[in-house]
């Protein structure tokens, strides 16, 4: 189906292999990491940083927050921001709202998937603010980050970032709105390419939270537009289903299986 890639590529880009949980590394380990965070030679830091991300010791922050102050080189700047993303201690947060204003935008984007795992008051409206940015992957990532989040109170400025081409937005909107952001979602049919909006109609429809009226009315809507994208998006929900799954036990799986059959190839 319309899969969320961007997120994965952003962070295989920006933030390593580092999944955000900590691994079994040794406190001789950890602290020889530290030591080397002051080598001459950048590989030997970016291995430390990565050891220390691994570890998820918040002995490793503030020997991390100095080195990151210093203003190293860009690509062991971003190792940092990530290793203090996967070590998630809240003395971290405020350096890492301050890197969401940094001059690279790939910094700025490595920031918002590390206060990504954080839980701040101040963190949702710096990601709101950040559907405004100057550069089009961090809007992008900014709203898909909202998403993630989880706070239904950002849909409001999430349609507003969309309606000024933040196209990744509709996912957010998905994600985390209610049935009747769906039939304001749906009211753009039409009116915009379908293929913009169809990723943003799959999150409705994956969603448990969302009743299966609301559910069938977007079917509805999408089926009066027809075509090959409503087709093929038609054919990947289907397959949501389980398997064995019959018309007659599911009015859902029943309407999506007369889609199919009506939309001509």
Known sequence: MYRVSILLILAMLFLGAGNGHAQKVGRAEIRDAIHKLKSPNPEEVMTSIQILAASGSTTAVGPLSDLLRTGPRNDITNSIIQALGSIRSKSSTALLLEYLDHRRPDARIAALFALEGYNDSKIIPAFENKLRDSDAQVRSTAALALGNKGSAKSVPILFQAFDRGVYAAVIAIGQ??????????????????????????????????????????????????????????????????????????????????????????
Not at 210 to 217: D, R, S, V
């Open 176 to 265: 985390i709105g209610s049935a009747e952001d769906a039939q304001r979602l749906a009211n753009y049919l039409g009116k915009m390419n379908v293929a913009v909006l169809l990723p943003g109609f799959e999150q409705f429809l994956t969603r448990k939270a969302i009743p299966n009226k609301a559910k069938a009315e977007i079917l509805d809507k999408l089926k009066e537009l027809a075509g090959p994208d409503v087709k093929k998006f038609a054919v990947a929900y289907k397959a949501t289903f389980p398997k064995g799954t019959e018309e007659d036990e599911n009015p859902l799986y029943k309407k999506v299986c007369r889609m199919i059959r009506q939309i001509a190839d």
